[in-house]
């Protein structure tokens, strides 16, 4: 009648939740869904093209790494962590880069930053923001080269299979992409040439609140992301302390120093909306394996990835710092998780029990 | 330059010959941590290390000759308490295997010759001449200093039976999850 | 509710499991035919075991005392039919590793009939000493699955000055609803063994805590505490462990027990609806503790639903009462989140088990456990503040020191974080295993220093003997030679001398 031998008998509680770990990927998978739609939208096929390539090559490494490690492959594949990874990269990749770009990128994802660590879990650091992090340092031209929108169906837009040769074989010269810089990197720039904000600005190649812009897939389609945000925290998946916290670390410096000079510092509401913010802070930010599991753990991370990405983005020789400022907060979460842990029940934060009172 | 690689000089020597004056003068006569690990042995001497008694073994153990699972009737909890006190890893592999045991007399072969009581170390055996001994299974330390005493082969260490108080839940095991 | 309370208002603790508890728990109280044969366990309490004090072949009356008290925590065990005691021996115990223990096995005469029963028409002319002596006679321990005699918890409660008593009706368990029955059916009962429980502890006030989710309970006891407002019926949000005792008192009370001490350390006292009721009996009829209302539900069962059953009653035969629609793949003793996995169907029904469950086979799913996503959902649903992840990656690495400094004691084993756990990790059993290998080294501890205890008193001994030996030689040598003297005195015949010795 008893399934199990009696020497290992099974623990309580007898029964589990119905959420699972692919199923927590594919909620997080689906609400980037509508960004990354309206990206290829926006970019056309090429930006189809990349984010495929990209995908597979991260999933092929995390397979290659199983069977190196006679573990299953198929189960870790199921789990979809492989997929997740390279589908965030591949959103804060220039829509338009070449294939090996991404090839590169979601190998270097999955075999070195995720399965060199021991696997899904086991990992310091996000590997999608790692790999982006080396392929800016290692192909700063290619990762820097961004597209103008370039609506499907739109006059000049390449098709299907024009698109793949795009990727394949770079951008053609008679193609009417016009390369350009994106919002923040441009106002660098000219910052560096010393002109000021009221002047750039005037001319930047932006159309803001829309998301039409040059960018990556994550950047343009900043509210579709946030929009996928709210809706893993309405289905639970992540909570809201990480995102609002780094939103916040953003927009509060942002604010202050736009009040106290403008000519030298972007708005509060421009710096939300532009780079990867959006996409660091409710998708990257919150990557379970490298992020603090206690609330308040949470906020101070976030808060943390907030303030480096402004610095970053204001001070530093970057015109972009989300992925660094996360990976900079990732080498802290251990530290965090150890001094900041839940209260216990009957005792003080220090883990003393309390005195008794009575009424 | 000179002046530096002097004063360091000068410093070395006058701190390191302080350091000998001191090791001279200051030593300690005896070791210390004997004496603690002396009063964490069961102190039964029931020989069953290969010592004298406890003391021995407790010289041993500080002196790092033997080895921290020495100790049978203090079973797995004294070898990791001993680990830790001497910083070294304790290889638990050799206890954990049987776990405890006791003496038990068989009853049809024990002829009441009174030997094992004398031999046991905590007076565990109860019995009279020419009438059939009985252990306490609560004062037995399983140490077996009456079994090699015994001419009739009627004392031997049997494992305490599992009962419901001294079950634990086993550790789950993980098949094919990262480590 | 709104997406902003959804996202925002996340509860500090618990999880919110399926309940499953309709429709057993409308469906009206059934009461299971006397057993051919029932095994009484002698432990089934908190404490030492009970000894037997009837002998194989003896008639025994339905109630009648057949094992008595060992030691001042431990409760008295009464014959739940009349018969004959067929065995005193070991049957397979309530308990997931399948290990035996002892009981006392009546073959039943189906007469059903009672010892002479002493009723009390007025319990609160009794004095709280009087109420304490005749729950403890009665085998009264907590109902709700602590099984903690309640007799000692009443004087403890009267020495402590408790202000309050807490009536756990929270049944947060899913699945059971031998409580929730219990408030619907026997309120009034209820009500009044609250009154006598209130009288024995000294108590100025009663909060029956119920969960939201039995709305029949609430109204039967809203109405059956009428009349006495010192006991209040406060509904509790439905949420998974309220029916613990530290997370009831503080949603009730707002105070907090702490780490290491006792509820009655607060000024409040615990207990189960059950138990008053089954107070209620024994104080006004005289009945002792030998029937109780269990659950039987599951995927397996065919007719779910609350049964009245002896306790001792083979579980199997309470699974056949209620019909099988199939072989069950698991049979658990209690509820689904706490509860004990049974080696088989003949194990006794016990004091403390609310409900039986046999579960299907897809209930009974275990899925695979996979690597730990550090999702964080444990730490957030541990309703003792505890981190579950850190405690359970220590375990597994050996580290049993590393998890008691992250107080793995004050784990309630609640399961809340192995049933949240996306990855399946049973970390339940980790904190299980880990608490009994602490528990055994301590006790390797305290077994070494009563080695050391012996050892000198063997010392002691020997040195005492050697030194008495040593005594009765000098004495006898002292003897020998006052002998001598003596002789030698006698020889010169003197009356004197002999008197002086005399004197």
């Not at chain 1, 939740?17 to 309206?38: C, D, E, H, N, Y």
């Not at chain 3, 006790?443 to 040195?463: D, F, N, Q, S, V």
Request: a neutral charge; charged letters at 15%.
């Amino acid at each position: 009648m008893n399934a199990h031998p009696i020497d290992m008998p099974v623990s309580s509680p007898h029964a589990t939740t119905s959420l699972s770990v692919p199923r927590v990927m594919g909620i997080v998978l689906l609400a980037l869904a509508p960004a990354t739609l309206f990206g290829f939208w926006l970019y056309g096929w090429p930006a189809f093209w990349l984010w495929l390539f990209t995908v597979a090559a991260a999933a092929a490494g995390e397979a290659f790494c199983l069977r190196l490690m006679a573990r299953p492959v198929l189960p870790a594949l199921h789990d979809g962590s492989a997929i997740l990874t390279g589908w965030l990269l591949a959103l804060s990749l220039p829509p338009w880069a070449p294939w090996w770009i991404g090839v590169f990128g979601g190998l270097f994802a999955t075999v070195l930053a995720k399965q060199a660590f021991g696997g899904l879990g086991q990992n310091l650091f996000n590997p999608a923001m790692v790999a982006r992090v080396a392929l800016l340092i290692s192909f700063p031209v290619q990762m820097t080269a961004w597209v103008a929108p370039l609506p499907l169906g739109s006059a000049g837009a390449p098709g299907l299979i024009d698109g793949l040769l795009v990727t394949l074989k770079g951008m053609p010269a008679g193609l009417d992409a016009v390369a350009s810089a994106s919002l923040l990197g441009f106002a660098k720039t000219e910052m560096s040439r010393g002109v000021d904000l009221f002047a750039s600005l005037a001319h930047a190649p932006m159309q803001p609140w829309i998301g039409s812009r040059p960018g990556s897939l994550g950047e343009t389609a900043g509210w579709l992301i946030a929009a996928g945000g709210l809706l893993m925290m309405a289905l639970r998946v992540i909570s809201w302390h990480i995102p609002l916290a780094m939103l916040a670390g953003i927009a509060i410096p942002a604010a202050l120093l736009h009040a106290v000079d403008p000519a030298r510092y972007l708005d509060a509401g421009t710096h939300l909306m532009s780079g990867g913010a959006m996409l660091g802070a409710f998708f990257i930010a919150t990557d379970y394996v490298t992020s603090p599991g206690t609330p308040r753990g949470q906020l101070i991370f976030g808060f943390g990835c907030g303030v480096l990405t402004f610095v970053i983005r204001t001070w530093a020789g970057y015109p972009e710092g989300v992925a660094f400022a996360v990976l900079l907060m990732n080498s802290l979460t251990p530290i965090i998780d150890a001094y900041v842990r839940p209260r216990i029940y009957g005792r003080d934060r220090r883990g003393v029990p309390m005195v008794a009172k009575r009424g | 330059m000179l002046s530096a690689v002097g004063s360091l000089t000068v410093m070395g020597v006058t701190l390191g010959g302080l350091l000998g004056v001191a090791s001279r003068y200051l030593a300690v006569e005896a070791n210390p941590i004997e004496a603690e690990i002396q009063a964490m042995l069961p102190g039964s001497q029931c020989g069953q290390c290969g010592f004298v008694g406890c003391s021995q073994a407790a010289a041993a153990l500080a002196a790092g000759t033997a080895p921290v699972t020495l100790c049978p009737p203090g079973g797995r909890a004294l070898a990791q308490e001993l680990a830790h006190k001497l910083g070294v890893k304790a290889d638990l592999s050799g206890v954990a295997d049987d776990g405890p045991k006791i003496a038990q007399v068989s009853e049809e072969i024990c002829i009441g010759c009174c030997k094992c009581i004398k031999a046991c170390p905590t007076d565990a055996v109860i019995g009279a001449a020419k009438q059939i001994h009985n252990v306490i299974r609560d004062a037995c330390t399983g140490c077996g200093a009456c079994v090699d005493r015994c001419p009739t082969e009627a004392m031997a260490l049997v494992p305490i039976p599992v009962s419901l108080q001294y079950w634990i839940w086993p550790k789950p095991v993980m098949a094919g999850a990262a480590a | 509710m709104g997406i902003f309370e959804r996202i925002f208002r996340e509860p500090r603790w618990g999880v919110h499991p399926d309940d499953h508890k309709r429709p057993a728990a409308d469906v009206p109280l059934r009461r299971l035919p006397t057993p051919a044969r029932v095994h009484m366990p002698l432990q089934q309490h908190v404490g030492g075991a009970a000894r037997p004090i009837v002998l194989v072949g003896q008639q025994v009356l339905k109630g009648q005392l057949i094992a008595e008290p060992s030691g001042n925590i431990s409760a008295p065990i009464h014959a739940p039919v009349s018969g004959t005691v067929t065995a005193i021996g070991e049957v397979t115990a309530p308990h997931a590793s399948g290990l035996s223990f002892g009981a006392i096995t009546i073959e039943s005469d189906f007469q059903e009939r009672w010892i002479e029963l002493e009723e009390v028409a007025d319990p609160f002319s009794l004095s709280p000493e009087e109420i304490t002596k005749r729950t403890a006679a009665a085998g009264i321990v907590g109902l709700g699955g602590a099984t903690f005699p309640s007799a000692a918890k009443f004087s403890l409660g009267r020495r402590m000055k408790v202000d309050t008593l807490i009536v756990n009706g929270g049944e947060c368990e899913p699945y059971l609803s031998a409580d929730d029955r219990m408030m619907r059916d026997w309120g009034d009962e209820v009500v009044d063994g609250v009154r006598i429980v209130m009288h024995a502890i000294g108590a100025q006030q009663a909060l029956v805590g119920i969960e939201d989710n039995k709305p029949e309970a609430i109204d039967a006891m809203r109405k059956a505490a009428e009349g006495f407002p010192e006991v209040k019926i406060r509904p509790v949000p439905a949420r998974y462990p309220m029916g613990s005792d530290r997370q009831l008192i503080i949603t009730l009370t707002g105070r907090e027990v702490p780490a290491d001490a006792r509820a009655a350390e607060v000024g409040v006292l615990v207990h189960n609806v059950s138990t008053c009721a089954a107070v209620h009996q024994a104080i006004r009829f005289g009945r002792p503790l030998v029937e109780r209302i269990v659950t039987i539900n599951g995927g397996a069962v065919r007719a779910p639903g609350n049964v009245f059953a002896p306790i001792g009653t083979p579980v199997q035969e309470l699974l056949d009462f209620c019909g099988l629609k199939e072989a069950p793949a698991r049979i658990v003793m209690g509820g689904p989140m706490m509860g004990t996995p049974l080696a088989h169907g003949q194990v006794p029904l016990v004091k403390g088990a609310s409900g039986i469950l046999a579960l299907d086979a897809k209930e009974a799913f275990v899925p695979p456990a996979g690597p730990c996503i550090r999702c964080g959902n444990c730490t957030r649903a541990c309703p003792m503040g505890l981190q579950p992840i850190e405690m359970g990656a220590r375990i597994r690495a050996g580290d049993l020191d590393g998890a008691e400094k992250l107080h793995l004691g004050d784990c309630i084993s609640c399961g809340c974080c192995a049933y949240v756990c996306p990855s399946h990790i049973p970390l339940v059993q980790y904190f299980n295993h880990a608490k009994g290998e602490l528990w055994a080294k301590e006790r390797g501890k305290l077994r070494t220093e009563a080695t050391k205890r012996l050892a000198a008193a063997r010392i002691e001994r020997l040195e005492r003997e050697a030194k008495e030996k040593a005594e009765a030689a000098a004495r006898r040598k002292a003897e020998r030679a006052a002998a001598k003297a003596k002789a030698a005195a006698e020889a010169q015949a003197s009356p004197a001398n002999i008197e002086g010795e005399t004197a």
